[in-house]
């Protein structure tokens, strides 16, 4: 199998000359050493990718997990894999030094789960749910809480999870059923039944913590009548001892992909014997889950750009090496050449560049914002978490739909061989379709990004963004070769502003419906304009890169290329904001007047 | 599992009041005994797929073939299947009275592709690869092997398959390396090495007849020295005795999808005993295989498209029967309403069908195009070869590609459950990956479209397709309603023909290679521009449908949804040529620049 699976180069960049660069100008740092430091742990983190994850890549995707008399078995590495994570800090990392951890910067963080998922990223989501779930009871749980269960799940014993999803209740949290009884000891009695829930048991790990959404009985309808409990496979009895806590794994489901995850379907309180314990407050369960959705969804984000790279890389080899054709100059050659030279499959690698570039850079983006949140006052922060805000969406879905289409062109390198399992690339084609699924679909984003984020504050966000963009356009304009672009990315610019008013009016005449109606369009043309954006800060700094003097050839070829994936991407991706636009702008949208009857045939 | 696969009514519409009507117009024949029949021929075509193909969808993905001591083991209804196609006529059809068939017209045979493909692609390719080597040997073939080879091969005794792709040589034939060295008795012996050759080998029939390329030794290098075989598994000799020849599969390949029809690798005489008999003239097999293409082309048309259909029922069923959330109109009632109620599903379901019944109306066109061709004399003939020959590539690319999306589309309906396989939806997405690679890639078939089929005749073929449309654009311009879409139209052939122009000037000032640098892309754009045109028809089509005074409402609701379709499909999907063409004109294409050593890293 494929060896590469990163360009620690290309994420160095990012970082460094990218993300690194802007958090200096902003919070006036500029420390070489961090920089030495981050890099070693990054190489830290790529080296047990390579060795640990990697390896057993593919052996997950035949081997999937099984339920067997209730005991969810998984490959026997997940246990060593978690027991190391835990052991070597990394799952500690991101929590304070009370718990083992050093605040990692969201950066770092963002790094290593973009390592770990391109090596393997069924292998990568154990550690980070545990760490997901943690993060829940670190932020609102009580000292009691936090003292039983945040140190064998930041040692990588215990498995964390979110378990939200009903089987009538996945996209519509307010419909849930789970309902959790008041006991005189301050816990509660929980009763009901989750699906889909990732890691949801398995016996890499001594326990399972989940962190669940319930309705304490008489709370009112709706998402408002939603609290958060801490309910753990085995709770602790009284002498400290851990004791069955009724959770029952009721399935595991089959999944066409990343299949190296068990996903199950859990009975709670089947014998009327699980204890719920609250975290945080009564009623707040949806407001403190989303509070670290925008985590969640920035994972998704970067585990779709890790399959989508390490697709491309496999691709990337693959095209090099085979040989088949001649070039349109020197048709007779007695020689084929490598594919690598045909301009169709330049244009491939091109796009998948652009797709994972670029979702990288976004992403390493809104982890920069997220250390601003926590490293400013309160005055600076707020012009940050906006930023975070109405990025998220697009963070969460343009590498999570891209990443479809960049995995298809992987496979589409190879031709016949990229469908057939003696290569990777037929998997992570399989892997990353979930990503439009879980933590929001693409359609609950895009009523997020329309119907919530661009309205906020009057628009506040939106404005904040394009401020941000503009800066970018004058930077740009330093530079005699991007005037051009500069002058295509004001344009995109004001083609989003005038659509999103367009929408505005739409909605003001016609309705919220009619507003939203084409939600899931507007975050694609929104998706194409703001990577747009990270594109050319790509470009500008690569051309920063390549006015080095001394510069190694490695260095400058990469540079070089780093700019032509931007050119490509003004050339083929950009300008498709232009007809999603004139999509957008059409009034009224197909499906205000089309009826389910109208389905019949 | 699902039981809905396709809609009768729309494929009767598509045949009769879109593709009938044209046809009755062009030939003056209005024949409605010859309609009856073929409903009748379509009806048991539907139950046979309905009651033998559809109920082992499922079951022959669970249990793909096995290579087991040189024998590949296929699903046990496969010889079922075969046999009752054989028997009943059905692998015969397509053949003169001579061998048992009524030369069917090519909108029957592509329907039947269709309703098969749709019940279950993989059960289908086994007669439809057998229809396509035997139509080689019927054509080109002497009457030895015709009388040889067709009787067993119409009666699903025996497998055909066409054989082309080797090690080193998939897109790039001129670099086949299978020889053919001739004996005394005009026979050739063979050696060499096949892959990917469907339905290579299984048990579920007596004997496999290749129809295979091979050099003859000290013939011309490249395409010009490339003859057509037929290699059977078993030979007879010369007592008609079926004796071994010396084929041996040597793996079968595991693929993504469509894994019911087994695709193997061969090894050809590695004893020295493997005899081939010549088709047709020597140094001409691709010239004779290529005059098959078109058909094979539009049966993978017909099949992406049968399996993006059968993937859209699934979601149909689905979205009308999955009840969560409520309208932004209603957003407090007390139960949540059937989810095609809300825009965004309703709008991938419009996508969906707007893929499905478009391909199929562009297949049943071309299917049209065929059927003239044999109907018509010498003269009114060649108009239809050149609509036929400029239309193919998008016949072939456009379903293959979109069904990724529409059958990806499917699967997004069904949220979590579209992931894993309770649902065949995700066997449908894994299913339909192979067609972009299968037949000519679909970079193959944009150097086809660009390269050749645009200049053939001094643009000839493209100038009687805008005649063609041009026709639709003036019966829309008949009904008010239409008025503005035939503007569209207008619009989007004019941005065609210009683009078109631009490469032709790009490509005297820059070469061949900078006007075929985008093929893909002018392809995609194309396709965009002719469904626009079939959609345009078949809205015509649905208000003349409409215009029916004493109309039941089942047909009412179907002419409108149909007439919803097209609204979609004018305010969605065409207005993606204006993004495409600015792709297209921009000079000169970035890969033009890139080199191979700017992917490093």
Redesign the interface.
């Known amino acids: 199998m494929a060896t590469r699976f990163m ?1 620690m ?2 994420l160095q960049f990012t970082m460094h000359e990218l993300i690194g660069k802007q958090k200096a100008d902003l919070y006036k740092a500029n420390d070489k050493q961090a920089e030495k430091a981050t890099d070693m742990i990054l190489k830290a983190a790529f080296e047990f990718a390579k060795d640990a994850m990697h390896p057993i890549f593919e052996e997950m995707d035949r081997q999937p997990p099984e339920l067997d008399a209730g005991v969810v078995k998984v490959h026997p590495d997940v246990r060593t894999i978690m027991q190391t994570l835990g052991e070597d800090g990394w799952i500690a990392a991101p929590f304070s030094e009370k718990w083992g951890g050093y605040d990692m910067p969201a950066t770092t963080f963002n790094a290593i789960n973009f390592i770990f998922a391109a090596a393997n990223y069924s292998a990568s989501v154990y550690s980070n749910l545990t760490i997901g779930a943690a993060r829940l009871i670190y932020t609102f749980g009580s000292e009691m809480l936090k003292e039983t269960y945040l140190p064998p799940m930041l040692e990588g014993k215990w498995q964390g999870t979110m378990a939200l ?1 009903e089987p ?5 949290l307010a ?1 849930i059923k789970t309902m959790a009884t008041p006991l005189d000891d301050g816990s509660y009695l929980i009763s009901g039944e989750k ?2 829930i990732s890691a949801g048991d398995h016996n890499g790990v001594d326990n399972v913590v989940h962190l669940m959404l319930a309705k304490i009985i008489n709370s009112p309808a ?1 998402v408002k009548g939603i609290s958060l409990f801490v309910v753990p496979k085995l709770r602790p009895d009284e002498n400290g001892n851990l004791i069955k806590n009724d959770v029952i794994v009721n399935q595991i ?6 299949k190296g995850a068990p ?1 199950t379907g859990l009975t709670l309180g089947e014998n009327k014997n699980c204890k719920g314990y609250l975290v945080g407050e009564v009623n707040k369960g949806l407001f403190h889950m989303f509070q670290m959705m925008n985590g969640a969804r920035l994972d998704v984000g970067a585990s779709a750009t890790a399959i989508a790279t390490a697709a491309y890389h496999c691709a ?1 080899d693959y095209t ?1 090496a085979r ?7 020197d048709k007779n050659a007695k020689d ?1 050449v ?1 594919i ?8 491939m ?2 796009f998948q ?1 652009s797709v994972c570039e670029g979702s990288l850079a976004l992403n390493m983006q809104c982890g920069l914002y997220e250390e601003l949140i926590h490293l400013l006052d309160k005055d600076q922060k707020i012009k940050f978490e906006l930023l975070l805000d109405i990025l998220i969406p697009v963070a969460k879905s343009f590498p999570s739909e891209m990443s ?1 289409f960049s995995t ?1 062109q992987s ?2 390198c190879f ?2 061989y ?5 290569f990777p690339v ?1 998997q992570h ?2 892997d990353t ?2 990503h ?3 933590e929001g ?3 609950i984003q ?2 997020d990004l329309l119907g919530r984020k661009i309205r906020m504050k009057d628009g506040k966000a939106l404005s904040l963004l394009t401020e941000e963009i503009k800066i970018t356009i004058s930077n740009a304009n330093n530079y005699p070769e991007f005037r051009i672009d500069a002058k295509d990315l004001t344009d995109a610019m004001e083609m989003v502003l005038s659509t999103t008013q367009t929408l505005a009016r739409m909605g003001q005449e016609k ?3 009619a507003y ?6 507007y975050l694609e043309m929104f998706g194409f304009f703001v990577i747009g954006w990270v594109w050319l800060n790509q470009a500008i700094a690569a051309r920063e890169g390549l006015s080095n003097d001394r510069l190694k050839k ?1 260095d400058r ?2 540079y ?2 780093k700019i ?1 994936v931007h ?2 991407y003004f ?2 991706e950009l ?6 636009s ?2 957008l702008t ?1 009034n009224p ?6 009826e ?6």
Chains 1, 2 share one sequence.
């Open positions: 360009s180069r290309n999803t009538d209740a996945g996209s519509s419909d699906i889909f709706g489901f089959h999944k066409m992909g990343y996903i990337l090099k040989k088949q054709g001649r070039k349109f100059s084929p490598s690598i030279e045909h301009a169709d499959v330049k244009r690698l091109l560049r479809i298809s496979l589409q031709g016949g990229g469908y057939c399992d003696d037929e084609f399989r379709r979930i439009p699924i879980h679909t693409t359609a895009g009523m309705g919220e419906e939203l109606a084409n939600a899931t369009v490695a070829l990469f070089q290329g032509k050119e490509y050339a083929n300008p498709k904001i232009v007809s999603l004139q999509v059409r949208p197909v499906t205000m007047s089309v389910a009857e109208h389905f019949t045939n």
